[in-house]
């Protein structure tokens, strides 16, 4: 009995310090028994990781060196992004015909400052200045050539492409020595322009004169033609990523009367953030692309000027210190320009006497004697 008793006593507590033990194990029956442990033999390592023992993770990594940067230089004359560094390079000052009969212009949408001046009888003219003749279309029509765009031409050191002269004009060309293709009285260099037949038949003979940069390009090559900067020359103007003129008066429409026969109306285009140019009573078209004319910068500079012959021809001042507009974004600030003899650059200032940094692109520039022309802007 007693030893029956003693069984039954030890199986009990066998059963209860079993019941204990499972009780203290910590388990959970919603835990999957299949679930591996990080660093069990069957685990499946994570890509990459530690446990992979590939013999490619084992080769040692290869670091490639950083690709360099491409290296960008500014178009001296546009501020815009070159690949190419045209700072010592000579620009070229293109005369461009502007009366009526001779529209459509040519090649004026890739030139990167266009100055328009009265030449004679109220009838204007531009001179287009392009940094380099790279990449530039049919040019024209191609127009004779006053004294006074000599003298802006000078400012860049630019190298001259006209079609005849005053006879003021070719003196002063001899008397400076300077480099320039004539199209009327040139030699060799004539050969760069021809006359279009269209124009000729339908335009007149004078309307009809033109050029391109290959033909000038395939021409200086290899001559003897000075085609950089001399030594020294540093670039004539500045620019900015920021508009100066961001705080300046409303100019979302700028209107330049030189005369009963020529009006220019630059009208901001907020998504283009370009100025578009009317003229003659209707759109500025290049004819290469038939597309309007737009530029990022427009400057009214005010001069003085007097009439020289019965024909209406002028003396325009280019030097001394004037007072003009700057147009930009849409807005308007005051400026003075100046320089002191013709081979100087142009200054440019703000009214509070800092140098005026052209925002990067295109520029048209009207240079208008207000007792004569009228300028205004809303």
Not at 53 to 65: L, N, S
Not at 348 to 366: E, F, H, Q, S, V
Request: proline share 4%.
């Amino acid at each position: 009995m007693k030893k029956k008793s003693v069984w039954s006593l030890l199986l009990i507590l066998a059963l209860i310090t079993g019941l204990v033990l499972s009780g203290c194990s910590g388990g959970d029956d919603s835990i999957d028994p299949n679930a591996l442990q990080p660093g069990s033999e069957t685990e499946e390592p994570a890509e990459g990781g530690e446990g992979e023992q590939t013999a490619e993770a084992a080769q040692p990594t290869i670091v490639e060196p950083a690709k360099p940067k491409p290296v960008y230089y500014r178009n001296p004359l546009s501020g815009e992004k070159v690949d190419k560094d045209l700072s010592m390079m000579r620009p070229y000052a293109v005369m461009i015909n502007n009366k009526r009969e001779a529209l459509p212009q040519l090649g004026v949408s890739q030139a990167d400052i266009i100055y328009e001046v009265c030449a004679e009888g109220g009838i204007t003219r531009m001179e287009a200045l392009f940094a380099t003749m790279e990449g530039i279309d049919t040019l024209g029509s191609i127009r004779s050539i006053r004294p006074y765009y000599i003298e802006l031409a000078t400012g860049y050191d630019a190298i001259i492409i006209h079609a005849g002269g005053s006879e003021e004009a070719y003196y002063d060309l001899s008397a400076w020595k300077l480099t320039h293709f004539d199209g009327v009285r040139g030699g060799r260099d004539a050969s760069i322009f021809w006359r279009d037949a269209y124009r000729m038949q339908y335009a007149g003979y004078e309307h009809s004169m033109l050029t391109s940069g290959e033909n000038i390009l395939n021409f200086v090559e290899g001559s003897s033609y000075r085609l950089e900067h001399n030594e020294g020359y540093k670039a004539p103007l500045k620019f900015n990523n920021e508009n100066p003129a961001k705080f300046g008066e409303t100019a979302e429409v700028v209107t330049v009367r030189f005369s009963s026969y020529k009006t220019d109306i630059f009208t901001y285009d907020p998504e283009t953030k370009l100025y578009m140019i009317e003229g003659h009573n209707r759109e500025y078209v290049d004819g290469n692309t038939d597309e309007q004319v737009g530029v990022t910068n427009v400057l009214v500079l005010n001069t003085t000027s007097q009439v020289l012959d019965s024909v209406g021809r002028l003396r325009v001042a280019t030097t001394g210190e004037h007072s003009g507009m700057y147009f930009c974004g849409g807005k308007a600030i005051p400026i003075t320009w100046s320089r002191n003899t013709r081979d100087d650059a142009f200054t440019y200032k703000m009214a509070n006497g800092w140098d005026l940094r052209w925002m990067p692109g295109k520029t048209y520039i009207c240079l208008i004697n207000p007792n004569v022309s009228t300028m205004g802007y809303e």
